[in-house]
């Protein structure tokens, strides 16, 4: 079931079950309208092709609606002597959900769609016929791009494949995930939203189930990792009584399987291990559970004890520092109120840490500017005083 697995996502680049995050498209701007040379008309410009970000739009969505996968912008209108300027040619928009990031067949990218109603042009109208072109039109812009989500998240679960992630989401939430005693269970992101007493929502997200090596695109690799960046925190979960993906590949314990997460989010892009981290370590129901919990939380205190014992490969540049370390069992539901505080807790320091930064920057700003505008009319007052001097 575990090679199915890993040869099912392997064959399909763009999208896993029916869960679409990557989009290749052509798209092409409208060419311009013919001037005329007579009377010295301008003909009207093309057309141009714009992503605009709609909330409840998918890629999948999109791909079913247009299988072609091409947009072409309207063409702008000939002058003529009842219209001398051509009217420009019809705009085309391309509905795309938010967290999109568009990028073009270079991976440059063009622009991100964060917020519904977000617009990015991603190919131009030509312009239309005029005396500098000889009145002739040119063409509109042709560019191929790649529509990239991104899942917008507080909370990113993060751990190998059969850790208990599928479980604690629908523990916590009201998602109702598929979960099975196999890995790769999860075989497409699920959102799940914690609700609080006070109408608190908090947006997790279960993503696809990491493995080693996935910095380097093995297994759904950079299909999990590039969501990860659009959370705010991470939650790894992690199996108390350690992991191992199938009888070819090598055992690990639950310290083992921190090193080697923490490792794999560090390879794929620095940014994402600095993010604020809380460490949930399940199945705690498990016999013998609480004394493999004491032997994890002493390794996790004083790592330089153990590192030693491990493989240089293995180790990461810096070993990740929980805020909170919380035992649970999915199962039973050990725990599981404490998480959930625990998680909105985390969120709700760093939202104030930010908003403190946020308002000190402001702060600053302000001074920096009323310092520069009663400087200015005070030099020119010295040099006044001075000329006055002279005289």
């Not at 928009?93 to 991100?112: L, R």
């Not at 908003?355 to 009323?370: E, M």
Request: glycine share 10%; hydrophobic share 35%.
């Amino acid at each position: 079931m575990e090679s199915w697995g890993v040869g099912l996502l392997l064959d399909m680049p763009y999208c896993y079950g029916n869960f679409v995050d990557n989009l290749r498209l052509f798209t092409r701007g409208g060419s311009g309208g013919m001037g005329y040379p007579r009377l010295g008309g301008e003909g009207g410009k093309g057309g141009d092709v714009w992503v605009v970000a709609h909330k409840k739009m998918t890629l999948k969505q999109l791909k079913d609606k247009y299988p072609q996968k091409r947009f072409v912008a309207g063409e702008g209108a000939n002058s003529r002597v009842s219209a001398l300027k051509g009217s420009k040619g019809k705009d085309c928009e391309i509905p795309a959900p938010v967290g999109i990031s568009v990028t073009d067949e270079n991976g440059k990218i063009i622009g991100e769609l964060n917020k519904e109603q977000d617009r990015i042009l991603v190919a131009e109208g030509g312009l239309g016929g005029k005396f500098l072109t000889n009145f002739l039109p040119l063409k509109g812009q042709r560019r191929i791009i790649h529509l990239d989500l991104k899942l917008i998240a507080d909370v990113g679960l993060v751990g190998f494949p059969n850790a208990g992630k599928s479980s604690l989401l629908s523990k916590i939430s009201h998602a109702k995930p598929a979960v099975a005693d196999y890995a790769f269970t999860t075989l497409q992101p699920e959102l799940g939203k914690i609700m609080y007493k006070d109408f608190k929502q908090i947006l997790v997200a279960d993503l696809p189930g990491l493995i080693e090596g996935a910095h380097v695109n093995k297994g759904m690799g950079h299909k999990f990792l590039k969501h990860v960046e659009r959370t705010k925190q991470l939650l790894f979960v992690v199996d108390v009584s350690g992991f191992q993906l199938s009888s070819r590949t090598p055992y690990r314990t639950a310290f083992e399987t921190v090193l080697l997460l923490t490792k794999e989010l560090e390879l794929y892009d620095e940014e994402v291990r600095a993010k604020p981290a809380l460490l949930a370590v399940n199945k705690m129901d498990l016999p013998d559970a609480q004394n493999k919990f004491h032997e994890l939380m002493n390794q996790l205190q004083n790592p330089k004890d153990f590192l030693h014992l491990f493989q240089s490969k293995m180790i990461p540049e810096r070993t990740m520092e929980f805020e909170h370390i919380i035992p649970i069992s999915a199962v039973t539901g050990e725990g599981i109120d404490e998480l959930k505080n625990c998680i909105r807790k985390s969120l709700d320091e760093h939202a104030d840490r930010e908003n403190d930064a946020y308002h000190k920057k402001q702060f600053l700003n302000l001074q920096i500017s009323n310092t520069v505008s009663h400087s200015e009319p005070l030099s020119r007052n010295a040099v006044t005083s001075s000329r006055m001097d002279t005289i």
